[in-house]
């Protein structure tokens, strides 16, 4: 529900299209916008937030990137668009200047990047970066990618409090417009050639706090509410990227994104304090060694259960192989149907018995191939295998010439 009344309903390809979000400030642009990234991230979008003003804090699932510590914009820009993370980019401690170079580098990287699946860019205060009537180093890809199709699925809402200083091409290229109180006579000449109804521009200095009228959402336009934000007291939100366990973000931060050092003096004493664990360290390592020990101990004990219960027909494949392979199929599949559905926890744990399993598997088969050779390894080597992939050292059983090799980790 969007609006209180549920007068509106956003489809999913409304966050592939360009909006535009108009108020004055305090009535409600900044919070129209929070709310539809609330409903936007029910229906598995994504979201890169630019937050010159601090209006966006607490949502949940968002990672927060303080704009002055990134070293590269372009490279940011690179891993947001392969990503489709949600994050939000606070600028408020850049100079004007330094915030136009750093969108513009920044969105140029990310449309020259972006792959398919519909991601939405959203913009607060998006008259100070496409200004109407004069050049800013970030003006010309706003508008770029404003006149863009929505073939790719990149969507753009731009919030302002100052529609007639907003680029005319910007706004005219917008599918939907959501107009709450204007009172300014230029601000309200700048809207009034997209209202439906001229009539409307009378109501609209009367709105009150969250009141807007809706354009393009609909095949009429609607005066409505909108919904109390459901993120309003959702609590401390992440500050630093880095701590996000992401697979791209953790092939990518160290070549890619290199965040500046802060301004504090590394004392000894500060140098220490970074060296030893808080409570909060170990409590997270403390869940990540929980899955991978639940990860490896179903591993196994799946494939020890069942290269028990089966006998190899091939004599150079031992039955402990088969079980692996089987075990390690299994755990791959569940490992992509949990990651498909979202399930964090169980993919986790697929996931790591997956890299139990297949270690046990490649220790298996080594132990086979010796077998087979007659290699015969010294103790040393023995416990070098065992320990790296949970395959103890073979016993060999000799049956009518068959061979067939069982171990237990």
Not at 14 to 26: L, N, P, Q, R, W
């Amino acid at each position: 529900m969007f609006t209180t009344k549920d007068e509106i309903k956003l489809e999913s390809s409304f966050y592939s299209e360009k909006t535009a979000v108009i108020a004055t400030t305090g009535y409600g642009k900044s919070y129209t916008a929070r709310v539809l990234i609330e409903e936007g991230s029910k229906k598995g979008h994504s979201f890169v937030v630019i937050d010159p003003q601090g209006a966006y804090d607490n949502l949940v699932g968002f990672d927060y990137i303080h704009a002055e510590q990134v070293k590269s914009a372009k490279k940011l820009g690179l891993i947001l668009a392969k990503s489709h993370k949600n994050v939000v980019i606070k600028t408020k401690n850049l100079s004007e200047e330094q915030q136009q170079l750093f969108i513009n580098a920044l969105l140029q990287s990310y449309k020259l990047s972006v792959v398919r699946g519909i991601q939405t860019i959203i913009i607060d205060e998006i008259h100070k970066f496409a200004p109407e009537g004069s050049k800013t180093p970030a003006r010309d890809i706003v508008r770029s990618m404003h006149q863009e199709s929505r073939s790719d699925g990149l969507g753009i809402i731009g919030i302002t409090q100052r529609p007639a200083r907003m680029d005319k091409t910007c706004l005219s290229q917008c599918n939907n417009i959501f107009i709450g109180r204007v009172s300014s006579n230029t601000d309200k000449k700048a809207v009034v050639n997209y209202l439906h109804n001229v009539e409307d521009i009378d109501k609209i200095p009367k709105f009150e706090k969250g009141q807007m009228l809706f354009i393009g959402t609909q095949d009429d336009p609607i005066i409505a509410q909108v919904r109390k934000a459901e993120t309003k007291h959702s609590g401390n939100s992440p500050t630093n990227l880095l701590s996000e366990d992401n697979e791209l973000y953790s092939r990518a931060i160290n070549s890619a994104v290199v965040f500046k050092k802060g301004n504090q003096k590394m004392t000894v004493e500060n140098e220490v304090k970074t060296l030893v664990p808080n409570v909060d360290n170990l409590f997270s390592f403390a869940k990540q060694g929980m899955k991978v020990g639940a990860g490896l101990a179903i591993a196994g004990v799946a494939s020890n259960v069942i290269g028990s219960r089966i006998s190899s027909p091939i004599p150079m494949v031992s039955s402990r192989t088969l079980g692996s392979l089987g075990t390690t199929g299994v755990l791959f599949a569940g490992y992509k149907l949990a990651k498909k559905q979202n399930m964090d926890l169980a993919s986790d744990l697929f996931g790591h018995a997956t890299a139990g399993s297949s270690a046990f598997l490649l220790g298996s088969v080594v132990g086979d191939v010796l077998n087979v050779a007659g290699i015969s390894l010294p103790n040393f080597a023995q416990y070098a295998l065992t320990t790296a992939t949970g395959a103890s050292p073979v016993t060999v059983e000799k049956n009518n010439d068959e061979v067939d090799v069982m171990a237990s980790m």
